[in-house]
């Protein structure tokens, strides 16, 4: 169930927000409310804001391994995984649930899934290539093949991110066309591992580099997908965007909230 009441517009709040939690991504609806889920935790947890005015749960009983959240339409979308096979659970605004669609029938990877504004949903097929559901229909969006790597897809500016490890990121628009694309611009050592868009439509990617034990974000324009900020390391997969856009480590505890007890 979904406790409390959502607002998905508010006055603009120029403190930090959470943009990754140990690497999840944190999805923010207008200026009052965080999404987001951590480990081992089968919900969503949301977050009012400002930090301190609560924290309600989307889910419960329904998903079993959540990890990205969109909301689109009115609409919440989570993916999940189950026993190995994985959907994408969509809630009414109230918190029930509406449907399961299941993705392993199109041969989709796990939680990389993206809403268009129409209601189209877009997801990475294994072998790389994006595909549009819409009902029953599946079809074509992008025929891109990926490397030796899975890729990473969010919704952004009205179109889709992809990004395919040591080839390329590109932003299409709803009808599938390049707005942008740049080469991949980081080293083998770092591997990216996650996408966010934070509530100014900021893209940012999150790496760790595992020799180093360190992770950082980078900030990409979504004019060009050119790298333009990126933070310092931090000791942990947790950071923050200021009002400004700079990026910086969440080394404040109190500024992570902490995971409630599933209902």
């Known amino acids: 169930m979904l406790a409390g009441g959502l607002t998905a517009c508010g006055p603009s709040v120029p403190s930090p927000q959470l943009v990754f939690i140990d690497g999840r991504p944190v999805t923010a609806v207008g200026d009052s409310l965080l999404a987001y889920t951590r480990s081992g935790l089968p919900v969503v ?66 939680h990389q899934f993206a809403v268009l504004p129409a209601g189209r949903i877009i997801v990475e097929a294994t ?69 966010d868009v934070d509530a100014n439509g900021r893209i940012h990617l999150i790496a760790g580099v595992p020799l180093e034990k360190h992770f950082g974000v980078y900030s990409l324009s979504p004019i060009t997908g050119e790298v333009v900020r990126w933070s310092i390391p931090g000791p942990s997969a947790s950071f923050v965007v200021d009002h400004f856009g700079a990026i910086l480590p969440d080394t404040v505890s109190a500024s992570t909230p902490p995971s409630p007890q599933t209902p």
């Open 45 to 110: 947890l949301l977050q009012h804001r400002p930090p301190g005015t609560g924290i309600d749960t989307l889910g419960a009983g329904v998903l079993h391994s959540p990890l990205h959240i969109q909301f689109s339409g009115d609409r919440w979308y989570v993916s999940d995984v189950e026993n190995g096979q994985p959907s994408l659970v969509v809630f009414a605004p109230d918190g029930r649930l509406e449907r399961r669609i299941d993705l392993a029938r199109v041969g989709a990877m796990p």
């Open 127 to 195: 072998d790389g290539r994006l595909l549009a559901l819409h009902g029953d229909s599946v079809t074509t969006f992008v025929d891109v093949r990926a490397g030796g790597k899975p890729g990473l897809v969010i919704a952004a500016h009205g179109g889709v991110v992809q990004a395919l490890p040591d080839k390329h990121i590109t932003l299409y628009n709803e009808f599938g066309h390049m707005r942008w694309r740049i080469n991949w611009p980081w080293r083998e050592t770092a591997v990216v591992t996650n996408l």
